[in-house]
């Protein structure tokens, strides 16, 4: 709906070790992002840091922008712009900070702030994912088309949005959350201490007993591929138990949610390493007391990258069924399914659309 629209928004996509700032005009980027250091342990410099972001991608614009719209990590009260809580990766915001009434009297705007993980899965749903899935089941024949949305982030922490009936989930609260969720390996600890780049680092530390070594996750992901130096097969497991642990995590939300599922964030790089393990887990079964299997996600899981999967997941199980006491028919596809697939976007530029696009339809439904 927005794709074509010519009015300018100012984005943040605030990680907790960067801040990328930019403007968008109809789901395109009109200036180059600009990227800071977060400086999330204080508060003082964060803010500052933030305003010198948003200063330097306005000086760029040929026209005023009608808001800054961008991403926050974590639980807020983010109708009214207040950041705080228990914020792993923003400690100098837990005591509560007017993020939004702040920046909105700094720069005369309107200022829209909602969770990095929602406007991800927003942005995958109006621009991304949901919309490529939809024009590809056609193309193939297909008649269903999908509404519902899981988008997560792999990176610093584990991140989740949800768009459900082509709407963002934001929940009584705006508290819509899966890093605290069990540990499956660990269950007295939550699941993002098994599905972020700390988990990574910290298990092929213990695996190949290099503790001494200071490595990035993607310094292990050479050493998989065997263009480092270090032990591969230690690196590779400790993607497949990110893998694993993630999709234990991803299981419990699809069951209760009915969506597709859409990864971002810089670890999907590694998605050779970490998708086996995290489909073989949403494959996998549970028992009954009496000693049968039941499948861990009531729907077939189906990998969407995979284009004989893909070929599957639209013709399903479709059939012509008879209706009784006549001759006429009518189709039945008894198979329910679901679908993973890669972020095409990449989860800055696609928090970006779903911060674009909020704005606009905030704007839109106030105005009317």
């Not at 760029?60 to 712009?81: C, H, N, R, T, W």
């Not at 705006?174 to 993002?192: A, D, G, H, M, Y």
């Not at 993607?239 to 009915?258: H, K």
């Amino acid at each position: 709906m927005y794709k074509n629209d010519n009015r300018t928004v100012i984005t943040l996509d605030a990680g907790g070790t960067n801040f990328v700032f930019s403007a968008m005009r109809g789901y395109d980027f009109i200036v180059d992002p600009i990227t800071y250091p977060s400086n999330s342990h204080d508060l003082d410099l964060c803010l500052e840091t933030m305003v010198k972001g948003f200063r330097e991608v306005i000086a760029q614009l040929d026209e005023k922008p009608v808001a800054i719209s961008f991403a926050f990590p974590g639980p807020a009260d983010y109708k009214a712009g207040i950041i705080g809580g228990y914020l792993p990766n923003f400690p100098s915001f837990r005591d509560g900070v007017a993020l939004g009434p702040f920046l909105s009297k700094t720069f005369d705007l309107p200022v829209f702030i909602n969770n990095d993980g929602d406007l991800f899965a927003l942005g995958e749903a109006k621009g991304g994912m949901l919309q490529d899935v939809n024009r590809r089941v056609k193309e193939l024949g297909g008649t269903h088309q999908y509404s519902n949305l899981l988008g997560y982030t792999f990176g610093t922490g584990l991140g989740i949005g949800s768009v459900i009936n082509g709407q963002i989930n934001l929940g009584n609260n705006s508290c819509v959350e899966t890093f605290c969720l069990r540990n499956k390996r660990l269950p007295e600890i939550i699941v993002e201490e098994g599905a972020s780049i700390r988990a990574i680092k910290r298990e092929y530390a213990a695996l190949s007993g290099e503790k001494d070594r200071e490595l990035t996750p993607y310094d292990i992901f050479l050493i998989a591929e065997g263009e480092k130096e270090g032990n591969p097969e230690a690196a590779k497991k400790a993607f497949a138990m990110f893998g694993e642990i993630a999709g234990d995590a991803f299981a419990t939300a699809v069951t209760l949610t009915d969506s597709l599922i859409v990864v971002g964030g810089g670890l999907t790089g590694a998605a050779k390493y970490i998708m086996p393990a995290l489909l073989d887990e949403m494959r996998s079964t549970l028992r009954t007391l009496g000693g049968d299997d039941v499948q861990r996600v009531q729907m077939r899981v189906f990998d969407l990258d995979n284009e004989l999967e893909f070929a599957k997941f639209v013709v399903g199980d479709s059939r012509k069924l008879k209706v009784y006491g006549s001759d006429d028919t009518v189709t039945y596809d008894p198979m329910k399914r679901t679908g993973i697939a890669l972020s095409k976007l990449g989860a800055s530029k696609a928090i970006s659309i779903g911060a674009y696009v909020f704005a606009l339809e905030s704007i839109d439904r106030a105005e009317n």
